[in-house]
């Protein structure tokens, strides 16, 4: 197995469409939660979001812009991102050997409810032309393949919110095994659509908003949490063989270790000990590394009274007494849940904090629950935490859990 390096990342996120300005704003604690001011935002009991300041007609031509839901406008300036970051990383290399492996979790749902606005709620059947085309999951995928000439496998991986974890983990297993020479890997999402918006809110999964200032809304780990808030965006990485990357110079923000991937196959919405605490020793087995090798953890933290709990009696499981002295960070409570895409964010923002020795806060943690009893960096950042080894966790609906391990590099 080849080591492989992250010789590009990419970011579109409610902290900021920059690798740079999302980790500024994680470590400082600066949240893009807001309340929503969207004209439907009236019918929604939590009308709360994590929202991209991103205008995609600033990006793309108007015939381009026609055919890209949200969603794929993310996944593309995500990769441009990447790719120019990388030191030429495509420079040479064999394009049937290169992919792309992205996550996501509900696809083009902006493009799709505007199409049953139209045909329900206009009673209209001038339903626009390319909305199957807007609207399928792998549409993010293959613009990504198109733009950048990529021949090898163009995949897309919906596991709800393990997403790109998941395509991040399968990236990695294609690089390190020789199978491919490099790997456009990531996830994309825009779910904030008004069906969306009001199908989640039918689950009773999202956080009330908070009366004194909705920012802190989303609370993970904390006694007083009340759910998740949900968020858009991208991130997208590079992946290539280590040796590549350092023979052309470039600048290496990390690498992959390894990825664990379960089935809790046990319930529909209700996360597991077992399902998780396995995820994790199989990320683990997977880097070759032992509980004891890992430095600091970035969780899944959703904010959910069913997660939290679930996800805090995993690590001590895994990780027994060494449990108690992991930094564990929570960064939801600043950029929402991005479900198919959040993986990928927090993939980067990791990266970022071992490559800057900053343990990153989970903010709005002021009154501890003590079901959740670990060492979660509450309320600012730590700095000066030497990490060289993390894992990044995400845990899905459907059973659906990815854990990534990821190391500092150079």
Known sequence: MRRVAVSGIGVVSPMGNSPAAAFAAARAGRSGVHRLELPFAKRLQSPLAATCDFDGAAHFDVVQLRMLDRVSQFALFATRQAVAASSDALAGVDLDRAGVFIGIGMGGTLSMDAGYQTLYEEASDRIKPFTILLGMHNAAAAWVGIELGLRGPGMTYSTACSSSAVAIGEAWLRVASGQLDLALAGGAE?????????????????????????????????????????????????????????????????????????????????????????????????????????????????????????????????????????????????????????????????????????????????????????????????????????????????????????????
Not at 225 to 252: C, F, K, N, Q, Y
Not at 259 to 284: F, K, M, W, Y
Not at 340 to 351: D, I, K, N, P, T
């Open 190 to 410: 825009a779910p904030l659509s008004c069906g969306s918006l009001k199908a989640w809110e039918a689950l009773h999964t999202l956080a009330r908003v908070d009366a004194d200032d909705p920012s802190t809304s989303c609370r993970p780990f904390a006694l007083d949490r009340s759910g998740m808030v949900l968020g858009e965006g991208a991130a997208m990485l590079v992946l290539e063989p280590w040796d590549r990357a350092v023979a052309r110079g470039a600048t290496i923000h990390g690498e992959i270790l390894g990825c664990g991937i379960t089935n809790d196959a046990r319930h529909i919405t209700q996360p597991s000990v077992e399902g998780q605490a396995a995820a994790l020793r199989a990320a683990l087995h997977s880097a070759g590394l032992a509980p004891e090798g890992i430095d600091a953890i970035n969780a899944h933290g959703t904010g959910t009274r069913a997660n939290d709990g679930t996800e805090t009696a995993a690590l001590r499981a895994v990780f027994g007494p060494h449990a108690q002295h992991l930094p564990v960070s929570a960064t939801k409570a600043l950029h929402g849940h991005l479900l198919g895409a959040a993986g990928a964010l927090e993939c980067v923002l990791s990266l970022l904090a071992m490559r800057h020795a900053v343990a990153l806060p989970t903010m709005h943690l002021t009154q501890a629950d003590p079901a959740c009893d670990l060492d979660y960096v509450p309320g600012q950042a730590r700095e000066e935490v030497a990490a060289r080894a993390m894992l990044s966790s995400s845990f899905a609906f459907g059973g659906a859990n990815a854990v990534l391990a990821l190391g500092a590099g150079p």
